[in-house]
């Protein structure tokens, strides 16, 4: 029984060991810390870029991450006009349709983000800024068709739920970068 308990308290713990970068510590928790050196021979690098391949998708990074924030804050002072446009004349409407359309992108990435960092995590960083870049590219393309103030809130919302840019991003750089020059 003292066995089986000691088994459940164990977690086994794989990370890059930071003192020295070609290796990896393997340790076990629970009731005691043991750790286990190893090469990283049997893990698979990082591809070797030059500095012109980094520096580039330093560039597209960049692009990718101000296109993602122009699209889901660009169109705030709008908002209130848009509004106007699609049927919301009422100054007391007018004010609660433009705060609830600025916060809900925002409201929902808070969510969605770290899904879609597992997400790339799991399946890779170029296809999560791919998608992302798509999905932004078609809320806001349904939120120039929307004839009134509901549909505009679900595609401001969809911005959010796609927008997973920023940790795609943020592992895209750091895994294709030395770790020498980070």
Known sequence: AANRSFRRSVRIVHRRDTS?????????L???YHSLRMSAASEPSPPA????AER??????????????AGMTAVLPLLPLYL?????????????WTGALGAAPFLVAVFATPVWGAVADRYGHKP????SLAGIAVASLGMGLVRSPFPLLGFRALQGAVSGVFPAAVG????TTPAARV
Do not use: D
Not at 56 to 69: A, H, I, K, P, T
Not at 86 to 92: K, L, R, S
Not at 172 to 175: E, W
């Open 20 to 28: 020295h970068p070609s290796r990896t510590t393997v340790g076990c």
């Open 30 to 32: 629970g009731r005691g």
């Open 49 to 52: 870029l030059g500095a012109a």
């Open 56 to 69: 580039l998708n330093l560039w597209v990074v960049c692009v990718s991450q101000f296109l993602v924030l």
């Open 84 to 96: 106007q446009e699609i049927g919301v004349h009422e100054a007391e409407p007018l004010r609660w």
């Open 128 to 131: 999560m800024v791919v998608r």
């Open 172 to 175: 895209l750089l750091t895994s």
